[in-house]
């Protein structure tokens, strides 16, 4: 598990950054936390001509909460937003999100930018990402683009950005000041990827009425999938446990699902369920689930 | 008091922290390499079964810095295929020869400056494969239309023999009712943080090799290695390292290896080295086996088994490579486990398939037993209505009863099952578990508690492997039995007055030279930090034998012995130097707190006068022999060769353990969780409990790993699934049980310190007591475990099935 030789390159700011992009193309992979990348260089499963680490690119590591948007830098790494108090009042999805990725040993060095480029369908943030709707700006020396989320990520492991180009940010619409976020996964042991993971944040207005729902699932979706036909499902009803189950039951039906040597679909569609339905008794009813201790 | 009834004296941690904690340990990558030392990398099969059209160098040896590349066919000319004990077994040589039979089997060795090149030449060689249909099923292996492994031999199944004890026939012909199960025990392996290494040399001047490997043992397979390297056994000069970095059988099986590496050494004229990386360790080195059984028994109605009936189908992968198939063995020689069944008739088969060879896995065919045993003894008391545990006490030896010589051949030394048992209820109640297990059901929640009671047979007897063989075979001339298990152990009293013992345990990592140093510091009355303790072997300069090695639960017992032997030897003989310095008769004096003392006066000499005088003042000794060094060996007592009935005395010493388990299983995922565990065991008497303790709590991990997580698994084309640690799933701290671990000890009064042997333990027990409670947890779906791992997809089909 050595892996072949490459070139190294270290870039300090945005501007070198986008500069060896254009240089290099498709032949570098960019380095940030390397929690996937080093592995994947040493299993050989990819060898690239050069690395360019942009560890040191500081203007990409922030978490900057305006009045209602949310810019997460690419650079930020996933502790910080664990530790982040604002975060965990004004964007609690992803509070509850990232203490679900791997163990914090791996927290301290993987990146909001790293998950998101490498798209790998159990990940929790890009769930969350999905599931807020976020938009991902992207840069090249070229031009400066912003992309919805849903056309970022496009399946299992697979982004729209180009050769040349780094993500910069992504920027959140924030839900409403008095949210109820879930984030309930569900994994053979303690950090590994999701089997399954559900994403709720639910707000009610004033006179108490469900106004605010954002629903996504992830494991074995291929990207994660935002369930908008869901929420005005749920939304529009009067909140019966049996109009909830229903909903549940027929839109992931209708998702695509795909199974493996580990877990058939038929169990992963029945486990997409049974989590998609906990996070949503926690987030609109905010009924204590009960999760294995 | 004499020595032998003073307790053992302790330290807090061992002898082994100091340099272990502070990164000073010694294991073989930190051993240094003469210069022009070559750095090997395998080039491994991706085809479970596929003929090797070609292998192309060319590219590969254009690489600068690649020295060689060598195959089968160059590795020829100086190594042999490795000697099985099943003699017309088909040829294994370690390396693939015209096909591959396994993912992950070697193909060729990469030689190079150093290991980054050596795997850039592994990327470079162009191998043709033209695939072959595959089969990874033991069951379907064994069909006669199954693809064949080895085409020369005609069948898959390697190896298959009967054994008969008692009167099986008429207990299941009499029975009230026969009770049977069918049951899947998976491939898994051990995962030592450290893998396997190995630094050979050759020595053109002596034609001989000087090997540096991370071996385990047994021994036994020195001659193995020797005749596959075609060189006599002393030509081969074999240094395990100071530290080894977890083993648990697995570092049986890095002999093969240690043969290729010097192979490729001799024909280099450089030394090799080559440390196996992880991925390496999971594709080709060695698992546990996998088993298909059907097992049976012949009851009465109040539970009493008369008779087991066992058809056991056995996955050695593509090879079977000694010591196989002593894998089986276990399942043979104590088929009864604590219960009085007097009758057995076990068939059992092992059969080829294209999934990774076999070796010893912490537990070497116990835990695929015991599973079996303690499965059937729970649907025993399923289909009688007899609970779990009065079944199992209705069957129980009682202590009364010990020594037993069972129907077997083995002869059980002592134990108190009945309340070795009881103390395990004291802790399931102490700890309120039925309480704390119902109150989570009325919250909805599946929980489970789970039991397994189980003999653990400890210091194995190398007779045992002959049971491959049939009596026919054994009876016939020029054939030469096999029987025993010693050791060897050196102590000496140095000039300064310091004690020293040597001893070669090939340990990793278990604490041996600690629990060696309370067995002398016992004897002469000192501290623990007052005895040094050399634990190393090269088999040039350190007293070996043929079962030499750490494994079977063995350390306690033969090292133990040998180790207490010769603290009591030179003991005898410091008495008698100090009868000539002071003047006494040897018998009136004792050795207390380091010093010789006169009985009933303040006469004395330290250990350390007594050193002095006899180096620096021979001469004024008289002319008797004056021995300040012992060599002793110890030979467990009971062990010979197997009868012409298949008759033999599997083990040394013969444990107990009583374990139980509380399970939880997500009703809307299916994930389970080991929650609570206890293990009441019994190890004779404990020489250290914190190295005991250690060892338990391990095991149940291990056992938590192999229940519900861990799995060598193979798909229908003989591809892994479970390549890397993403899908090889090993329990992290997280997933660890709440563990009371606890003991009720019957001395055994056959081994020199009363000892049993521990070490195995739970790794063995924990499944079945595992599969009991999820069991338990899934009672009201009427389902019954009888495959592991115990999965979330498993478990929802038995949910959902029974709906």
Not at chain 1, 173 to 188: D, G, M
Not at chain 1, 222 to 243: F, H, K, N, Q, Y
Not at chain 2, 366 to 387: C, N, P, V
Not at chain 2, 464 to 489: H, M
């Amino acid at each position: 598990m050595k892996p072949a030789s490459f070139k190294y390159v270290e870039v300090a700011d945005e501007d070198a950054l986008a500069a060896a992009l254009a240089n290099y193309g498709d032949e570098a992979s960019l380095l940030a936390g390397g929690q996937s990348l080093v592995p994947m260089m040493n299993f050989r499963v990819v060898s690239p001509e050069a690395i360019i680490d942009l560890n040191r690119v500081d203007t990409l590591s922030y978490i900057d909460c305006g009045e209602d948007t949310l810019r997460i830098g690419a650079l930020a790494r996933h502790a910080m937003l664990e530790d982040s108090d604002v975060l965990s009042r004004r964007c609690p999805l992803l509070s509850r999100a990232v203490g679900n990725v791997a163990h914090r040993a791996v927290r301290n060095r993987g990146t909001t930018g790293g998950t998101l480029a490498l798209a790998y369908p159990g990940a929790e943030i890009p769930l969350a990402l999905m599931t807020l709707d976020a938009d991902v700006v992207l840069r090249s020396q070229r031009e400066e683009r912003k992309l919805g989320i849903r056309d970022f990520i496009l399946g299992s492991l697979d982004t729209a950005l180009d050769a040349d180009e780094y993500i910069r940010h992504v920027e959140i619409k924030l839900p409403p000041a008095k949210s109820i976020a879930s984030f309930v996964e569900t994994s053979r042991r303690h950090g590994d990827f999701a089997i399954a993971a559900a994403a709720v944040v639910a707000a009610r207005n004033d006179d108490g009425q469900l106004a605010y729902l954002r629903i996504g699932v992830s494991g074995g979706t291929g990207a994660p999938v935002r369930m908008a036909a869901l929420e005005e499902i749920i939304i529009g009803s009067d909140l019966a446990d049996r109009v909830i189950a229903d909903g549940v039951h027929e839109t992931i039906d209708g998702i695509e699902v795909f199974g493996d040597h580990h877990y058939p679909e038929d169990f992963r569609r029945h486990v997409l369920q049974g989590v998609l339905r906990r996070a949503l008794n926690e987030a609109i009813f905010g009924s204590e689930h009960r999760h294995v201790q | 008091m004499l020595p032998g009834d003073r307790p053992f004296p302790q330290i807090e941690g061992r002898l082994e922290d100091a340099r272990l904690l502070f990164g000073r340990g010694r294991y073989i990558d930190d051993l240094p390499v003469a210069t022009g030392t070559l750095h090997a990398a395998f080039a491994r099969s991706s085809h479970g079964h596929a003929k090797i059209a070609g292998i192309d160098k060319s590219a590969a040896l254009a690489i600068d810095g690649v020295v060689a590349v060598l195959t089968a066919a160059d590795l020829g000319a100086v190594l042999d295929p490795f000697p099985s004990i099943v003699r017309s077994a088909p040829e294994y040589r370690g390396i693939a020869t015209d096909k591959v039979r396994y993912v992950g089997e070697p193909v060729a060795i990469v030689l190079g400056r150093d290991r980054y090149v050596a795997e850039d030449g592994v990327s470079a060689l162009e191998i043709d494969y033209e695939a072959l249909p595959a089969v990874t099923d033991v069951d379907a292996a064994s069909q006669a239309t199954a693809p064949l492994l080895h085409e020369s031999f005609g069948t898959n199944i390697v190896w298959k023999n009967q054994y008969r004890y008692g009167d099986p026939e008429t207990a299941f012909d009499n029975a009230e009712r026969i009770v049977g199960v069918d049951l899947k025990f998976p491939k898994y392996n051990s995962t030592p943080l450290e893998t396997y290494g190995v630094i050979a040399e050759y020595l053109p001047e002596t034609d001989g090799y000087v090997i540096h490997g991370n071996f385990q043992g047994p021994f036994s397979l020195m001659p193995v290695l020797a005749r596959a390297l075609r060189v006599p056994d002393s030509r081969v000069r074999v240094i395990v390292p100071q530290d080894i970095g977890g083993s648990f059988g697995n570092k049986a099986m890095v002999y093969p290896y240690m043969g290729l590496i010097a192979a490729c050494a001799r024909l280099a004229e450089r030394p090799v080295k080559w440390i196996e990386d992880r991925a390496e360790h999971l594709l080709g080195s060695a698992s546990g086996t996998d088993r298909n059984s059907r097992i049976e028994a012949a009851i009465s109605n109040d539970g009493r088994v008369h008779a087991i009936r066992m058809d056991i189908r056995e996955n050695v992968g593509a090879y079977l490579r000694a010591p196989e198939p002593s894998c089986v063995m276990r399942s043979l020689t104590t088929f009864s486990g604590p219960y009085r069944i007097e009758s057995g008739a076990i068939e059992a088969a092992c059969v080829l398939t294209n999934t990774l060879p076999t070796g010893l896995n912490r537990g070497y065919g116990g835990q695929q037993y015991m599973f079996s045993l303690e499965r059937l003894m729970d649907a025993i008391a399923r289909e009688t209505g007899i609970d779990r545990l009065e079944v199992r006490r209705r069957n129980f030896l009682k202590a009364a009863e010990f020594p037993y010589l069972t129907t077997t051949g083995s002869y059980y030394d002592s134990g108190d099952y009945d309340n070795c048992l009881d103390r395990a209820l004291e802790h399931l109640r102490s700890e309120e578990w039925e309480g704390t297990r119902d109150k989570l059901r009325a919250e909805g929640r599946l929980v489970g508690i789970g039991v397994a009671t189980c003999v653990h047979s400890a210091a194995s007897n190398i007779g045992y492997v002959t049971l491959a063989l049939s009596p026919e075979e054994r009876a016939r001339k020029g054939y030469n039995a096999k029987s025993g298990t010693n050791d060897f152990a050196h102590i000496a009293l140095d000039p300064s007055g310091r004690l020293r013992v040597q001893i070669g345990t090939a340990g990793a990592g278990q604490g041996h030279a600690t629990a060696v140093a309370q067995i002398v510091a016992r004897e002469f009355g000192l501290g623990v930090r007052d005895v040094d303790v050399i634990d190393r072997i090269d088999t040039e300069t350190t007293p070996w034998t043929i079962t030499t090695g750490t494994y079977a639960s063995r350390f306690s017992v033969v090292v133990g012995g040998a180790v207490q032997r010769a603290a009591v030897k030179l003991a005898g003989h410091l008495r008698i130097i100090a009868s000539h310095l002071l003047d006494v008769p040897d018998d009136q004096l004792d050795i207390a707190d380091g010093v010789i003392r006169v009985r009933n006066s303040n006469r004395s000499l330290s250990l350390r006068q007594l050193a002095g005088a006899t180096q620096w003042n021979r001469g004024d000794l008289p002319d008797e022999s004056v021995q300040l060094h012992v060599s002793e060996s110890y030979g467990a007592s009971n062990l010979r060769s197997p009868d012409s009935e298949n008759r033999v005395n599997a083990a040394a010493t013969y444990g107990f353990m009583a374990d139980f388990a509380m399970v939880e299983i997500d009703p809307l995922t299916f994930v389970p969780r080991v929650l609570k565990y206890i293990a009441v065991h019994d190890v004779g008497v404990p020489i250290n409990p914190q190295l005991i303790r250690g060892q338990i709590a391990g095991g149940i991990v291990h056992g938590v790993g192999g229940a519900l997580y861990e799995h060598l698994d193979y798909d229908e084309n003989g591809q892994m699934m479970s390549a890397s640690f993403m899908d090889y799933l090993c329990p992290t701290a997280s997933e660890a049980p709440e563990m009371a671990i606890d003991h009720f000890d019957t001395q055994s009064p056959f081994t020199a310190l009363g000892v049993k042997g521990c070490g195995e333990n739970s790794a063995m027990s924990a499944p079945a007591a595992i599969a009991s409670a999820v069991d338990d947890a899934l009672a009201t779906f009427k389902t019954s475990i009888s495959e592991l791992p115990i999965t979330p997809p498993a478990i929802w089909r038995h949910v959902a099935g029974a709906q």
